[in-house]
């Protein structure tokens, strides 16, 4: 599926930092994590940090009206990427506890966007994703990686594709972990999601000036996967 040859070439280039960032079900996270594997790179998924803090608020009936109670929930929480060692695929644990499948729950979906405008929430996470990212040689995705976490990557991308494909393709997602969820459900949770992003007042959804703009919607996944890594090499030199 890749081009092995310039793969080859590139893991002996200098490191960069890939920011990936895009609307919901436009394939960031498994087109990050494949470039991050062609790459040798850290894959850091900032949509995980934001949905595992969701799902904490949950867990800790959280009032995410009320400020106080934000600051002093979150101070409760732990939060670490874990690879194993065997298969090599990295999980996300909230306070010890492997939160990998619950986090992709509709009962989170619904309430990620609200949690994401949360400025204390967003300082803290954005303070952890640069410490990852510090020494380089990351890809990482999210909503604002290419315009408030890393202004300064040397590979920014901005993913999008049509919200009928977005929502085919996270129903897909959600059958194979065994949940059905009807397509219009989903649409209108991704399409509710798209105006809360995009308009929200911390850290809204744009493109950042300088990015790659990468239509998925009619993208075989190799292709869009060997489009970053040809951008890559061109940054690396």
């Known amino acids: 599926m890749f081009d092995n040859g310039h793969i080859s070439v590139l893991l002996f280039m200098k490191k960069i930092i890939i920011a990936i ?4 079900g436009c394939g ?3 087109t990050a994590k ?3 594997k062609a790459l040798q790179y850290t894959y850091i998924d900032s949509g995980a940090m934001y949905r595992t803090a969701t799902l904490h608020f ?3 009936s959280t009032n995410l009206d009320n400020l106080e109670e ?3 929930s979150i101070s409760k929480l732990k939060l670490e990427f874990k690879r194993n060692g065997k298969s090599g695929v990295q999980k996300v ?3 010890g506890e492997d939160v990998e499948h619950a986090i992709r729950g509709m009962h989170v979906n619904a309430q990620v966007s609200k949690v994401s405008k949360i400025r204390e929430v967003r300082n803290q996470l954005v303070e952890m994703q640069r410490h990852l990212g510090h020494s380089k040689g990351v890809v990482m995705d999210g909503r604002d990686i290419g315009t408030v976490v ?3 990557a040397e590979l920014k991308i901005f993913m999008t594709a049509d919200l009928d494909i977005r929502a085919l393709r996270r129903q897909k997602e959600m059958l194979a972990k065994g949940e059905e969820v009807p397509l219009e459900l989903i649409k209108q949770n991704l399409s509710e999601r798209d105006i809360q992003d995009s308009t929200r007042e911390e850290s809204p959804l744009r493109k950042a000036d300088d990015a790659v703009e990468l239509d998925t919607s009619h993208l075989e996944f190799g292709d869009q996967v060997n489009a970053i890594l040809k951008l ?3 940054r690396m030199n």
């Not at 960032?21 to 919901?24: M, R």
């Open 21 to 24: 960032d895009g609307f919901s």
């Open 28 to 30: 960031k996270s498994t």
């Open 34 to 36: 494949a470039v991050a």
């Open 58 to 60: 949950l867990n800790q």
């Open 70 to 72: 934000i600051k002093q």
């Open 93 to 95: 644990f909230l306070n």
């Open 150 to 152: 890393f202004p300064d």
């Open 232 to 234: 890559a090499k061109e």
